[in-house]
T-cell receptor, first 114, second 114 residues
Framework: DAGVIQSPRHEVTEMGQEVTLRCKPI?????LFWYRQTMMRGLELLIY????????DSGMPEDRFSAKMPNASFSTLKIQPSEPRDSAVYFC????????????FGEGSWLTVV | AQSVTQPDIHITVSEGASLELRCNYS??????LFWYVQSPGQGLQLLLK??????LVQGIKGFEAEFKRSQSSFNLRKPSVHWSDAAEYFC????????????FGAGTRLAVHP
């Protein structure tokens, strides 16, 4: 089975530009998570969806960040406008069901905002 | 508050030596516990997980972990480390029921000397 697929793998953008990160979860998984990893803060949960519905977005840092899941096989994380402090690795993860199952991670999108 | 603590930020071992990475959790009930490994520039790969039952769990790449309820610990071990084991290791936990949300420890970076 294909794993969680993220794109782009690497992006360098200028401050103020819009950034869109994409994620395709594993087929049949009904929960999807966006994490951010930085040296200072480690791995932080930004938002998670269940059955395409956002359940908890309390980790989204500010209004510049938004996430959508229009269908079971696709999600986006958008930053507009981007700032240098948004530079991080953004991971998408998915899981089938909830209790007792394993979350699988994508390989991450490495974002640099200059 | 729920938390996962990895007391060691950096660990250096010699190739062939044994390894133990520490992880402690703070939860009201026994959580589901995981160890992930992240190689440089890569995503997170699941090494092993504990849900219930036998407190000694075997994982991939020769790793094992032991759940100790009395110590609220889930330490990762390997009897003989290989140079390719150099990576960052994350302990994570999630509570049962409703919706899974992984809480990660800060990570332990492992260096392996030849």
């Amino acid at each position: 089975d294909a794993g969680v697929i993220q794109s782009p793998r690497h992006e360098v953008t200028e401050m103020g530009q819009e950034v869109t990160l994409r994620c395709k979860p594993i087929s049949g998984h009904n929960s999807l998570f966006w994490y951010r990893q930085t040296m200072m803060r480690g791995l932080e949960l930004l938002i998670y969806f269940n059955n395409n519905v956002p359940i908890d977005d309390s980790g989204m840092p500010e209004d510049r960040f938004s996430a959508k899941m229009p269908n079971a096989s696709f999600s986006t994380l958008k930053i507009q406008p981007s700032e240098p402090r948004d530079s991080a690795v953004y991971f998408c993860a998915s899981i089938r069901g909830t209790k007792g199952n394993t979350i699988y991670f994508g390989e991450g999108s490495w974002l640099t905002v200059v | 508050a729920q938390s996962v603590t990895q007391p060691d930020i950096h660990i250096t071992v010699s190739e062939g030596a044994s390894l133990e990475l520490r992880c402690n959790y703070s939860y009201g009930a026994t959580p589901y516990l995981f160890w992930y490994v992240q190689s440089p520039g890569q995503g997170l790969q699941l090494l092993l997980k504990y849900f219930s039952g036998d407190t000694l769990v075997q994982g991939i790449k020769g790793f094992e972990a032991e759940f100790k309820r009395s110590q609220s610990s889930f330490n990762l071990r390997k009897p003989s480390v290989h140079w390719s084991d150099a990576a960052e290791y994350f302990c994570a936990a999630t509570v049962s029921g409703g919706y899974n949300k992984l809480i990660f420890g800060a990570g332990t970076r492992l260096a392996v000397h030849p």
